[in-house]
T-cell receptor, first 112, second 112 residues
Framework: QKEVEQDPGPLSVPEGAIVSLNCTYSNSAFQYFMWYRQYSRKGPELLMYTYSSGNKEDGRFTAQVDKSSKYISLFIRDSQPSDSATYLCAMSVIDGAQKLVFGQGTRLTINP | EAEVAQSPRYKITEKSQAVAFWCDPISGHATLYWYRQILGQGPELLVQFQDESVVDDSQLPKDRFSAERLKGVDSTLKIQPAELGDSAMYLC??????????FGPGTRLTVL
């Protein structure tokens, strides 16, 4: 079993819809939780990161962490065609090395 | 805005040949990472540097892969000899203090 599980999709929704992306993990030592967006043939771009449990909002994006369930989510409101990309969750343990463990990525398409 | 630079962007080589990738991190970032991303999967850490020192190379196939960051700034990742299974995107990331990692555009390697 992988440390971080993420449904690879693909996920296709109409423009304006609310999108929910999720990851589960098995390592309770993870402390930092991140979401990256990756366009085709590009490097990952950091969208948001949270520390421990709770919510964090940035514009149309909201990240949620539930450490008790080992479950994290990214919500995208008023989705736009430009949001079409692969979304990667990533996590790290505070051990001085900050090694990131990534999920498989969810491929998202927003249809105009 | 400062970015991580990588070259080349694309590399096609034949198996058993040597290849090298170069990365220039964001100025002032002491930590540098090399990741490998196979198509349809999330990035996996190969090696991590803190300044010029290797912090973690546990997932680096040392029989064929080598990495260096001689002056603690830019870095080179080498594969010799390349194998068919090495075809992937090779990503470099850098980080200031803290958990955020900033990725370059990657080098897409195809081994024929």
């Amino acid at each position: 079993q992988k440390e971080v599980e993420q449904d690879p999709g693909p996920l296709s929704v109409p423009e304006g819809a609310i999108v929910s992306l999720n990851c589960t993990y098995s390592n309770s030592a993870f402390q930092y939780f991140m979401w990256y967006r990756q366009y085709s043939r590009k490097g990952p771009e950091l969208l948001m990161y949270t520390y421990s449990s709770g919510n964090k909002e940035d514009g149309r994006f909201t990240a949620q962490v539930d450490k008790s369930s080992k479950y994290i989510s990214l919500f995208i409101r008023d989705s736009q065609p430009s949001d079409s990309a692969t979304y990667l969750c990533a996590m790290s343990v505070i051990d001085g090395a900050q090694k990131l463990v990534f999920g498989q990525g969810t491929r998202l398409t927003i249809n105009p | 805005e400062a970015e991580v630079a990588q070259s080349p962007r694309y590399k096609i080589t034949e198996k058993s040949q040597a290849v090298a990738f170069w990365c220039d991190p964001i100025s002032g970032h002491a930590t540098l990472y090399w990741y490998r991303q196979i198509l349809g999967q999330g990035p996996e850490l190969l090696v991590q540097f803190q300044d010029e020192s290797v912090v973690d190379d546990s997932q680096l196939p040392k029989d064929r892969f080598s990495a260096e960051r001689l002056k603690g700034v830019d870095s080179t990742l080498k594969i010799q000899p390349a194998e068919l299974g090495d075809s992937a995107m090779y990503l470099c990331a850098s980080s200031p203090t803290g958990p955020q990692q900033f990725f370059g555009p990657g080098t897409r390697l195809t081994v024929l």
